[in-house]
Structure formats: C-alpha cells, structure tokens
C-alpha cells in the first residue's frame, strides 16, 4: 500500500493540463530576463541614432533659453518639452522590452489564460503554512541560486572592469574621438560577456525549473488509477473517444471504399459497397456501409471512382444489419449477392 502512495510516476496529461489551468507553469525568470535583456540591447542600438537626435535637440532647446529669466511659465514649458521627449524616446524601446518579456514567457510554457490565482484563498494567508514556505526547501533553492549568481555576475564584471582600469594611463594620451572609441568598445565588449552570462544562468535555470516543476506533479500509482477510473467514468469523456473512433473507421473505410465492385443501396437511407476478388476471397466482403449521411458520401465517393450502384432497398437492409464491415458476407446472401455481382461483372465484361 506504502508503494502505491509513493510518487514515483511521470504526471500524466491530465494532471499537467490541470495544473495549466490553475496557472502553475514551469517559468524559469532567469530565461525571461535574458530574452528582455537582449531584446533591450537590440532595440537600444537600433534606436541609438533617434535617440541621439532628440537628446541632441534637447540640448539645442536648453541652450536657447541661456540669458532668459526662469518665470513659472518658463520653468513650466521647459518641463513639459522634457518630459514629452523622454515619453518619446522611451515608449517605443520599453513598449517592444515589454512584448519580449511576454513573448519569453510565451515561448516556455505557451499561451495560459487563468484567473485561478487571482481567486481569495485564505489558506495563502495561513501565517503557519508561511512560515514553513519560507523555510521550506523551494526556498532554500532559491536563495542558492540567487547568491550564485550575483556572485558569479558581479565577479566577472568586477575582473573585466579591473583589466580595463589597468589600460587607463595608455587612454588618457588618446585624442577625445580615441577616448570615446576605447570606451564603446569596452562597454560593447562587456555587454556581450553579460549577455552570455545571462544565457548560460537562463538555460541552465529553465532546466532546474522544469525538473522540479514535473517532480512536484509526479503522481503515486494510485492517483494513476483513480485518474483513470474518473476519466472512464467521464461521459464526455467517452463521447469524445467514440467520436475520434468512428472518425478514424469512416477514413478508413472510405480509404478502402475504390476497391469496391458495386454499392448496393436503399435510395436515401443505406448503403452497403462489397469487393469480390476471387483469387482472394472466398466470398464478398464488406468494404463499407453507412446510412443517411454516410450512405450519401459512400455513393458520392463511388460516383467519384465509377463504381456501379444498384438499387436494391431490402438487399442493402439485410447487408447492413447482418454483415459486419471488413468481413465477408452472411451465407444466406450468397445467393442474390451473386446475382447482383453477376449483372455487374457482366457490364464490365469481367468473368465472376
């Protein structure tokens, strides 16, 4: 019994759906950064010279009121011009930062729309299951993680500003124009470094999420079976399942159905094709049949292939009640089947 309510099974589809729906998802924030912080770097240098006009401007606007007296109106104007140039310089760059940042999340988990968490639960405010949250081993993973990181960021950016203070007596002969080449390519450089970093920390924290996320979900036998006991018992369920299984038998019977010699049918109701190969088949057999609007279709599919249709209402009530699909037909219809298959074979010149 102990074995049966240990959780040692892989989640099943059901179980990982339902947590999706309650919006627990694997989420590595670490990934997120990373893509928004690319996405950041590119649109920052994409919008490098835009920004640089308006900042240019700003400056041309700020210069123009040297001499003039700061009035209110004045102070007011020159506020407003500020702030109506930051919104334009940054609504583009932050408004594309923050698709990415969805578009991140997006791309590890897919689409999930939920409320759940939003739902009150007074057992989140639970002060003594808060308490052993915080404690708890998530938690302890988390800070590990955390701290690895600040110290694995901070201790490369530190030995990589370091190298570039030792070149520092060399730029300080550069020309201005040298002096602000050295220093973009250093930041260029640096930046690139960052980014790697980011994207090693990213993957390698999207791995650890997604394990632990599918070893929390991991079911005990006998929640597999209670699963499956409910989903049997589940009538939507089983209507689902014989609807994808009598769509499966239709393709595949009108995937067989040009191999049929004749359709024999009630005008509107039934319809019932069999195939006769003598140097296979001992007698004919069923290859479809259908009513209403399956017959329909199988008299259009050998309408489409040139098979012969004949009318015969009673014949193709018995075949369909009596003769099971792929098999051969009862022997009590060997008679007039033959009668048919001979007036077909006849028009086709072929021997029965």
Request: charged share 20%.
């Amino acid at each position: 019994m102990a074995d049966d309510m240990e959780k040692t099974e892989e989640p099943s589809p059901k179980k990982i759906e339902d947590a999706r729906k309650e919006g627990n998802v694997p989420k590595s924030q670490d990934t997120s950064s990373f893509v928004t912080l690319l996405v950041a770097v590119i649109v920052v240098y994409a919008f490098s010279s835009f920004i640089t006009s308006r900042l240019h401007y700003l400056y041309e606007y700020y210069i123009s009121y040297i001499g003039i007296p700061l009035t209110k109106n004045v102070i007011f104007q020159i506020g407003f011009v500020s702030l109506k140039e930051l919104v334009i310089m940054i609504i583009p760059v932050a408004s594309i930062v923050a698709l990415s940042g969805i578009i991140a999340a997006v791309m590890q988990f897919g689409f999930v729309f939920t409320t759940k968490p939003l739902t009150p639960d007074l057992k989140k405010i639970d002060p003594i299951k808060g308490f052993g949250k915080l404690f708890g081993m998530k938690k302890l993973i988390e800070g590990i993680k955390i701290t690895a990181k600040v110290i694995i960021v901070f201790s490369i950016a530190f030995y990589f500003l370091l190298e570039y203070i030792k070149e520092l007596p060399s730029v300080i002969n550069f020309s201005l124009m040298g002096q602000m080449h050295w220093l973009t390519s250093k930041v260029i450089i640096l930046v690139l470094i960052m980014l790697l970093i980011f994207f090693v920390l990213g993957m390698v924290d999207l791995m650890i999420v997604r394990y632990q996320y599918f070893k929390d979900l991991k079911m005990s036998k006998q929640e597999i079976k209670d699963e499956y006991k409910q989903m049997e018992g589940d009538p939507h369920i089983k209507a689902k399942i014989r609807q994808v299984q009598m769509q499966i038998a239709q393709k595949r019977m009108m995937s067989e159905l040009p191999s049929a010699d004749v359709i024999i049918t009630n005008p509107t109701h039934y319809a019932v094709a069999l195939r006769y190969d003598k140097e296979r088949e001992q007698a004919p057999v069923v290859v479809a049949k259908g009513i209403d609007n399956i017959a329909l279709k199988i008299k259009e599919v050998g309408r489409e292939n040139l098979i012969q249709i004949i009318e015969n209402p009673p014949l193709a009530r018995q075949l369909y009640g009596s003769a099971e699909l792929n098999e051969i037909i009862p022997e009590n219809l060997y008679k007039v089947v033959a009668e048919v298959l001979a007036f077909v074979f006849k028009s086709k010149n072929k021997a029965l």
